[in-house]
């Protein structure tokens, strides 16, 4: 497994499909070992969720969509979130990703969490979002709140994902 940095990243980016599509500003988005990512839509999280072994025994938390101002800006406070992200990832199937929250939602009381983006997963992601700032947060739509980052794998996977976020929010 050979992890890829900005140069890696750049030239998947030029592939077909690409590594990841719709990226505003590649100049500000790409890091030396990943790329920002940024949000699309927030979600609230309203109420409970049923989680089993199966997906037919899972049921997302019910939601209530949340709108930016006309500026772009949307007050969040302290509460549970999910935020939708503006660009298409395309997991090829011997690369896996993963993504950490930005050190700026870090530093501003913000977690973002996310699983694994597992080879051949193909969408706009979401990403559960938590603001513990007892102020709550200012975000702007196009604000960057994550780093992706990928690993090649020495082989192709056998399976590539083909769960129920697969072409998600497509």
Not at 20 to 31: K, N, R
Not at 105 to 128: C, K, L, P
Request: glycine fraction near 8%; charge should be negative; hydrophobic fraction near 40%.
């Amino acid at each position: 497994m050979r992890y890829l940095k900005d140069k890696d990243i750049a030239a998947a980016l030029q592939q077909s499909p690409p590594l990841v599509e719709g990226v505003t500003d590649l100049a500000t988005q790409l890091q030396p070992n990943g790329i920002d990512l940024t949000v699309h839509s927030i979600v609230r999280v309203t109420g409970a969720a049923r989680v089993g072994f199966s997906s037919d025994e899972t049921k997302p938390a019910p939601a209530e969509a949340l709108e930016f101002d006309a500026d772009g800006w949307l007050f969040l406070p302290r509460g549970n979130y999910r935020a939708r992200l503006a660009e298409r990832v395309n997991i090829p199937p011997d690369v896996v990703g993963f993504a950490r929250a930005r050190s700026t939602m870090i530093r501003n009381g913000v977690s973002v969490y996310t699983a694994i983006w597992d080879s051949g997963y193909q969408g706009y992601s979401e990403v559960g979002l938590v603001v513990h700032n007892e102020a709550g947060i200012h975000l702007k739509c196009g604000a960057r709140i994550l780093q992706m980052y990928f690993f090649r794998l020495d082989d192709a996977v056998d399976k590539v994902y083909s769960g129920r976020y697969q072409g998600e929010n497509t």
